[in-house]
Each structure stands twice: as structure tokens, then as C-alpha cells.
T-cell receptor, first 114, second 119 residues
Framework: AQTVTQSQPEMSVQEAETVTLSCTYD???????LFWYKQPPSRQMILVIR????KQQNATENRFSVNFQKAAKSFSLKISDSQLGDTAMYFC???????????WGAGTKLIIKP | GAVVSQHPSRVICKSGTSVKIECRSL??????MFWYRQFPKQSLMLMAT?????????EQGVEKDKFLINHASLTLSTLTVTSAHPEDSSFYIC???????????????FGDGTRLSIL
């Protein structure tokens, strides 16, 4: 079975600090994509960053970067210089080539304190 | 780019009413659209996958006669909750993937969701 595990239900850091959200997954597929989505209190689901499994280089998007460890099936998200607007639920997900569905983690609630 | 519009954002209606939710891709063609249900403080639960011009594929446990999905064009999919009851109250979100070759690597773009409350 394909699964995504986010072991941190909730995290809290001070503004401007760096925070890392963990995600592990399990799949027997070799071709897949990994995603981090953000869901703020407004409930809109926003794509933060994505990573192609065949790429060794970690994806980065401004203050957001991932640490992709394919052998360990780990895909953590690092948020640098955290801002109050980063407060949200963060969901890790992956998609395989066998179908186009997203497999979701349970989510991590991130609170940025002023 | 890649904007998905979902309407309405909030619905409050009486038990027994049927409610239609629309999901539109505004600036791209979406061969595939997905409908999710999200319970409070939980992740998204996939209800069905909708492909343009064909019948939707429902996940196990989702009643197809209860949740009618239509995907008549490359930019519009609708979810109709028929004879809604209080237990159908939830947050429903749609997403769309861009069509064309290599769509496997296209992320899903989400609508803003619909909060459905059945009295």
C-alpha cells in the first residue's frame, strides 16, 4: 500500500526562525512526484513546492526548500525566516505514474508566533 | 496561471435539498478533476476522479447515486449532493490537472472549497 506519514501533528516556532516539517512515504513505484501543500485558515489549498523523484537536486522556492532522501523515502520541508503568514496546515503528498491521484499525509499544523 | 474557481463557497440548506457545486478551470484545460471531502482537522479524502467526457471513478465507500459528478467539458466539473442530510455537512474541495502530454508531472490546482451545512 502507498502511504504518506507526517509524524508531527503540530509545531510552533518564533517568527524569523527556521522550521523543518517531516514527511516519509512508502511506495514500490520508481517514478513519482512529491508535493507540499499549504492550507491556511481560509482553507484554500496552495502548492508550496514539488520534487520529481528522478531528480537528485533538492527543490527550492524562495524560503521553502526540501530535503529529499529517496533511499530513505523521506521528503522534509524547510521553511527559512518564517513569517506570520506561514501559519497553516501543511500536507505532504505524492503522485505516481500509475494513476494521477494524490496520496496525502495527515498534515502538520504550523504556528508562527510573533 | 492555473486558477481553479469553485462555487458556491458556502451553502446552508434544509435536509432533503439537492446541492450543486461547480468547479471551473479558468485559464487551462483540465482533462481530470478530483473531488475531495475534508472533515475538521483532517486531511483530504478523495471521493472521485472525474475525466472529461466519461463517467467518474468513485472511491470505495462513496455512494455514486448520492454524489453525482458530471464533467461535460474540459473546464467544468460539477458535484451534486442529492437529497442532502446533516451527515453530508462537510468541506468539499475540487482540484484540476492540466491536460496534455506529460500531465503526470502537472500538480493539482485547487478550488477554494465549499462549506456545506445541512440543517
Amino acid at each position: 500500500a502507498q502511504t504518506v506519514t507526517q509524524s508531527q501533528p503540530e509545531m510552533s516556532v518564533q517568527e524569523a526562525e527556521t522550521v523543518t516539517l517531516s514527511c516519509t512515504y512508502d511506495t514500490s513505484e520508481n517514478n513519482y512526484y512529491l508535493f507540499w501543500y499549504k492550507q491556511p485558515p481560509s482553507r484554500q489549498m496552495i502548492l508550496v513546492i514539488r520534487q520529481e523523484a528522478y531528480k537528485q537536486q533538492n527543490a527550492t522556492e524562495n524560503r521553502f526548500s526540501v530535503n529529499f532522501q529517496k533511499a530513505a523515502k523521506s521528503f522534509s520541508l524547510k521553511i527559512s525566516d518564517s513569517q506570520l503568514g506561514d501559519t497553516a496546515m501543511y500536507f505532504c503528498a505524492f503522485m505516481t505514474g500509475s494513476n494521477y491521484q494524490l496520496i496525502w499525509g495527515a498534515g502538520t499544523k504550523l504556528i508562527i508566533k510573533p | 496561471g492555473a486558477v481553479v474557481s469553485q462555487h458556491p463557497s458556502r451553502v446552508i440548506c434544509k435536509s432533503g435539498t439537492s446541492v450543486k457545486i461547480e468547479c471551473r478551470s479558468l485559464d487551462f484545460q483540465a482533462t481530470t478533476m478530483f473531488w475531495y471531502r475534508q472533515f475538521p482537522k483532517q486531511s483530504l479524502m478523495l471521493m472521485a476522479t472525474s475525466n472529461e467526457g466519461s463517467k467518474a471513478t468513485y472511491e470505495q465507500g462513496v455512494e455514486k447515486d448520492k454524489f453525482l459528478i458530471n464533467h461535460a467539458s474540459l473546464t467544468l466539473s460539477t458535484l451534486t449532493v442529492t437529497s442532502a442530510h446533516p451527515e453530508d455537512s462537510s468541506f468539499y474541495i475540487c482540484s484540476a490537472s492540466q491536460s496534455g502530454q506529460g500531465r503526470f508531472n502537472q500538480p493539482q490546482h485547487f478550488g477554494d472549497g465549499t462549506r456545506l451545512s445541512i440543517l
